[in-house]
């Protein structure tokens, strides 16, 4: 069975604080995604990432950054939180051909 | 407009009742057809996974894929209150380069009720 984790199920930061989100998978998947879920919205891809250190912009990169170092780990980085962040951050991870897995999520306030 | 449109619903249904949901896209490109179930606050699971047009039954669950109409389907057969959540249909490219972006639809809020 595939597992992604996500680090943190629950997080409340302050505006203008960094924030790093993990991700982690267990199952040697070259692809890893970054998305967040607001209501009337659906998901949006903020970054993905094909390989270590290889990383590609999605549709709302703007105020987010990645980082991919092992293959297994992948973060989103707030560079400086603000409260049109306030969200849910989903992280999934597919191998090519397959169909994407989704981690359980990780619902961030920012205050 | 969007790539791909779904109605949100909410869809409420009694339990025991044949549930359809439907997806539109636009884009000819796609190839690969999923449908995810998401229970509040959890992740999206996959349900089905379908390659080109055709039927895909697994269980209580069908998923049917007309590209010519550029539409797709899940049908639930005897509804029960635990099929009560959001269901997203997702569709990619079979294209090498697009490292499997999904792209999604806004998703369904279905309720099963006793």
């Known amino acids: 069975d595939v597992k992604v984790t996500q680090s943190s199920r629950y997080l409340v930061k302050r505006t203008g604080e960094k924030v790093f989100l993990e991700c982690v998978q267990d199952?040697?998947?070259?692809?890893m995604f970054w998305y967040r879920q607001d209501p009337g919205l659906g998901l949006r891809l903020i970054y993905f990432?094909?390989?270590?250190?290889?990383?590609e912009k999605g549709d709302i990169p703007e105020g987010y950054s990645v980082s991919r170092e092992k293959k297994e780990r992948f973060s989103l980085i707030l560079e400086s939180a603000s409260t049109n962040q306030t969200s849910m951050y989903l992280c999934a991870s597919t191998k090519r051909g397959q169909p994407q897995h989704f981690g359980d999520g990780t619902r961030l306030s920012i205050l | 407009q969007k790539e791909v449109e779904q109605d949100p619903g909410p869809l409420s249904v009694p339990e025991g009742a044949i549930v359809s949901l439907n997806c539109t896209y636009s884009n000819s490109a796609f190839q690969y057809f999923m449908w995810y179930r998401q229970y509040s606050r959890k992740g999206p699971e996959l349900l089905m996974y379908?390659?080109?047009?055709g039927n895909k039954e697994d269980g209580r669950f069908t998923a049917q894929v007309d590209k010519s109409s550029k539409y797709i389907s899940l049908f639930i057969r005897d509804s029960q209150p635990s099929d009560s959540a959001t269901y997203l249909c997702a569709m990619r490219n079979a294209g090498g380069t697009s490292y499997g972006k999904l792209t999604f639809g806004q998703g369904t809020i279905l309720t099963v009720h006793p």
């Open positions: 379908t390659y080109s047009s």
């Open positions: 990432s094909y390989d270590v250190k290889m990383k």
């Open positions: 199952m040697d998947h070259e692809n």
